[in-house]
């Protein structure tokens, strides 16, 4: 991993200012709350990411660092039971103190200590630390808009994150096939520059070939499979997703309100408003995206089908970062654009399990992936919240097959 | 009931900004969070009380009146079935909107309104609507000092509420007893001004007399229970509140935490500080009080035998008004004090259920106290936190046996 | 209290011989289970009722006697503290051993056991205890019956306990007022005989006099609130009724079922069958009886009003015994009855508290009853599974408002 | 598939004989229990499998059937939604009707009609559907031994199943490793006979070559990872796991118990005995699987990995069916056997997931497999409780990862 020290610190502010930016228009407020156990306070986020710097770079490496307040290790550690006792984690959203301000006092505190520690000869553990930090920041900037949208979603007065501006129409385009021939194919990132561990084990997988669509399922085609009842038959779910439809009483999307007879759905940008039909399809769970494909007598891409697919036809430059864009919500897909990178992340039908040759890293960093390994599905592409220094074709990215506050989406695979 | 009407003008402005002071301390974050399903948000309350301004006097009586916003009225309905829809109570700690500054606005909002109301002729229904919604707010007040300090008692960082002031020794005073002899007593309230509908159905008890203790169970008193394995030994308890005691792990009052041996106790002023052996104890569930009384082979008061003794040697001035006294904790009482108005809430033997001849008021005003006169147990008296023109000899508070986050405590007795 | 021997041995056997008798008609498979955390096993109530003459009088008192089996101590205990370990209440449906076969071997060495006991000299409190345990198996042959009706009554196929006989057809008969004046009164047990501690504590109350009704409220007097709509408007309820009957989804009493448009109620003789008019309403909860009698503007009695009226116009001979009638139905109102004994447990408006006075036994049998005077209310007059040894005007019967197993049912009262 | 008829016939006697020899050691209260939600009570089972034949094969085919009783078509449906409601899973513990001897009336009378039925002329679906029946029933035979032994290990008396015969010691045996070399290899079955759906849909698989150890992980071998603290060090946990851990206060594998410093362990046979130590380690979760694995810093096989060692290594002539031999306990390894078939079922590191290819079938049947194909673990090679003409090298077995009633093992394998 090579990584030029001037850049480092361009990027490093870059980052850290981006976390700023995403709570700007948010209440003191709004920054308290956890609704679910899932959704973190956003000032848990502001403080959670420094931490990481604190604890994982400035404390063991930093000479003369004094800890900006002791109590701040145990209230913003996530996870890591190396590092110690934690806040439970249903307890968070009852933390009023540190108020906003602090956690900003904190932040200017570490960063200016981390702007300093740049400054020095940094060891290529230090940088890889770094680096990781960033991308844990990037993680959570992600993160960040889910709770956001979460938290505003869910208030009956549905207040706009930002104003909504102008709707983009676009025509409906009709799904073509890209195909994949059958063979062996090589799956796990092997390039220089940062990747995560769950990334590594690169290893050989035997693809027997499919078609896949190049593009992302819409909410009119969404709408279609509701209307046809796809909510009321259990013929098309799985038996865990049938149950959770009939526990929760499902009856559409996350964020999808029914209004006299339409339906309406919820955006950062524009509050509610009706559903765009020619729109990407999001906010849906592992079971949905599942019971639509079987609904459709198609199936999910495995994730290796989706690497392989992202190699050969993907496109970095079609993912718009969320920083430069109008929208926070799913872009349709333009003629040239096979909507593989960015817009919403794409249920696959792979478990999230190891890779061949996998080993977690040593200590505290070693529990960021591994431990996760079970009962979650993997999603691939990024989404348009995610930045577009912080996508690739081998990442890999988890959730539990429920869950649906993510910016989430739907591409269908046959095979040949 | 008489009130003059400037007098009344004056009374409004008195309460409506004790509310307002009671939340200056604190931040916007503070008034967002409910920890716990009893505990509401600052906030809340703040709109809650100025709703019920709106919507029982404002809306049905003032001319031209304009409602500020019309979600107000879901959003701040607490429990009246009677005004439709509510948020249900578990999801008021996620309303981060309105802001605290919007609420500020609808206050003044109807604030205004209502002073203007207040020059025209009212109708004596409107008088007491009035006032009931002046003792109305002045209850949510205490509940706010509960509140707050549920909050910010339940956050490691034990912040402050107000600075703590000098500590105010006394010396431990004796116990004495007062004696109320056997004989038919009269009960409730029969005299002008205001009273809640739960205070009514005047009507005679036969009591077969009792001693009472002249002051309250006192931290150092009550430690003595503890270091003799009170909370260890299910004879002193009730079957329920042995179930309590270990379900939740109890092993000492509310706010008390265990530091290195020491009970250290937290204070809305003064944060967290050693246990002071001589203020009355305080922050106890019913189940506690009777297991103590047990111990000590003595008993809890009945509501009866309280209010005949309130009646015979309570001093109202003897009540040092919270707005006016340095500190939040229950005071230790003065030689000529038997501290039965004021300090804390003292739990009766008495399970609250209707006085004879209770009918409930039609309407929504009915929903105030009839609807909850089952499975709860009654208190008595009032606590640092209560107002004094908010309490009588006659005054009915009542909680669960298990609750504990108000200021509640102990006074014995014996039978003669 | 004076027992004599010879008539002790007898009644002995004959209350031992009645637990048998009730259990007779099961399976050994209705023997098992626990459908809700309330009911019991039979076998567990076989094996109680045992323990209990084993642990409190046969090993303390009864020489070289031999426990049948050391576990059986730790199997059959429900809820003494004193005596130490016991299978937590909600595994006991799972226990499938000791099998019926066994328990009725235990029965078998317990009762030769005392019954050799009985030939001895017995001190006073050795009669006492005995006496106690055939108390306690009477209250225990009560709860079997309710446990049994809930099993059979909770499946599917309905069995008939016992076959039905032919049915008892009675008039409907208008309800007369009885009237009790205002004054002092004497409340709880003075006589010779057995009593249990809860009804010790003879003390005065004052009466402010009160009419009441001569018989229970009828299926066809409640079909009358279900179908005004009683269980869909909040105005009639407790809060904590309304949240009830909300969860719970409950429409009408406990054993009815809505078949083709008819109510439809199980019964232990019969099985299932239409609803009959003019029989007592039973098998409601607190909550249920409180809703009715707001909805009629009247009142439940107070459990003094009650056990004063009883004192006045109860006849025990009206009490038909269970194992005397031809039904476990309750009795439609014979025109010279006025149904004060027997047929169902009359719900007072009285929460279950300690009378002046009271004090708990020491020892095991001190948990008897005073442990449970929290969030339960009174209910008074005995059922059609009670026998008439067992009931007297001064015994107080307890259960939380919300159940409704057991049988219970409504009488009206209204101020003078 | 080709079955002779006359060998049908006796092959359906012999399995159908089995599942009542199987409950011929309970008593009738044995029968009727669920302790947990995974157990069901025998007599269900008893009744289910019945209940299997009747409604696909007589009711549909058998010209003349009457059904024995129309409600057990609600009583004894698992979770066919194509087929209508169905008891509620946590109910069916508390329905002692149908006792045990109604529900060998209803296998009595639905055997017969199936006898009359075999001697007709069978189409081939109906052929498969007899023998899709069967299959059913030996998994349910092998459920019904993992019920009992919970129903009677969960007993405080420790009832025996059957008696325990004179302990088989045997020597512990060195673990060799077997390799399997990189390449493609064909997964899936491709034979005559019988196969479940799931097994379907064969294809290539691509292993990178792999070691893995010759025999099962032993119980000594376990209590090493025990006494070195595994259960108390999170770094061998998957972060589910770890919570399962500490919220189930896990500290060894189910039905052992320590008492007095020695653990001892539950078996249908014996009764609680001491762990012996050369018997492999049985009743473990995915979780502990997984933990003891990177505990040794090995890992489990795939099930890819797991059955082409199969085809190269197994032999199922090892495996000894639970009728013909003297312990329920997993054999410690002979010197000539690897253990593959029989003895416990091994956890695999792969999630239960569809193969490429698969399709459901339609109807119910449809329903055996392909909607549990989420959130569940594939385990291979059966059992000691496995009938061998129920086990192939293809079988895939598949539970939650936190369960481990079932007769569930370990075994190891490493990188090349």
């Not at 709350?33 to 848990?44: E, H, L």
């Not at 092997?190 to 995560?196: A, H, I, L, M």
């Amino acid at each position: 991993m090579v990584l030029e020290e001037i850049s480092l610190k361009t990027r490093f502010n870059t980052v850290r200012n981006q976390s700023l930016a995403i709570c700007q228009p948010l209440t003191p407020e709004d920054h308290v709350v956890q609704p679910v156990v899932d959704v973190s306070p956003p000032k848990w986020h502001l403080g959670h990411t420094t931490w990481f710097f604190e604890t994982f770079i400035l404390v063991p490496y930093a000479e003369h660092y004094q800890c900006f307040d002791d109590n701040y290790s145990y209230l913003f550690n996530s996870y890591y039971e190396t590092v110690g006792a934690r806040v439970i984690r249903t307890d968070r959203g009852n933390m009023t103190r540190p108020s906003v301000r602090d956690i900003l006092r904190y932040r200017e505190h570490v960063d200016e200590a981390l702007e300093k520690f740049l400054d020095g000869e940094l060891a290529p553990n230090q940088l890889n630390l770094i680096e990781l930090g960033l991308q844990h920041e990037q993680q959570h900037q992600e993160l960040l808009l889910y709770d956001i949208k979460y938290i505003l979603g869910n208030n009956p007065l549905f207040p706009e994150y930002l104003p909504g501006l102008k709707h983009l129409h676009c025509e409906q385009r009709k799904a073509e096939s890209l195909e994949i021939p059958e063979g062996i194919y090589s799956i796990g990132y092997d390039k220089e520059g940062f990747y995560f561990d769950n990334e590594r084990g690169v290893h050989k997988v035997y693809l027997h070939g499919c078609k896949i669509e190049d593009r992302l399922i819409t909410n009119g085609e969404y709408l279609e499979f509701m209307f046809d009842g796809g909510y009321e038959d259990f013929r098309h779910w799985l038996s865990e997703g049938w149950d959770w439809v009939n526990t929760n009483q499902i009856k559409g999307p996350f964020h999808w309100h029914q209004s006299e007879g339409e339906w309406m759905v919820y955006s950062l940008r524009g509050g509610l408003r009706p559903v765009e039909l020619n729109e990407p399809v999001t906010h849906i769970s592992f079971f949905e995206a599942d019971a639509y494909a079987k609904w459709r007598k198609k199936r999910l891409l495995t994730e290796f089908e989706w690497e392989v697919a992202c190699n050969q036809f993907g496109n970095i430059d079609d993912h718009s970062n969320f920083s430069e864009r109008e929208s926070f919500a799913p872009n349709p897909a333009l003629p040239n654009q096979n909507q593989l990178f960015g817009d919403v992340w794409e249920w696959t039908s792979s478990a999230y399990r190891p890779y061949p040759f996998y080993e977690a890293p040593e200590g505290a960093v070693g529990e960021y992936n591994g431990k996760f390994m079970v009962n979650q599905m993997v999603l691939r592409g990024g989404s348009c919240a995610t930045s577009n220094t912080h996508i690739r074709a081998t990442y890999r990215n988890f959730f539990h097959p429920h869950l649906r506050w993510m910016f989430s989406g739907i591409r269908l695979a046959s095979d040949l």
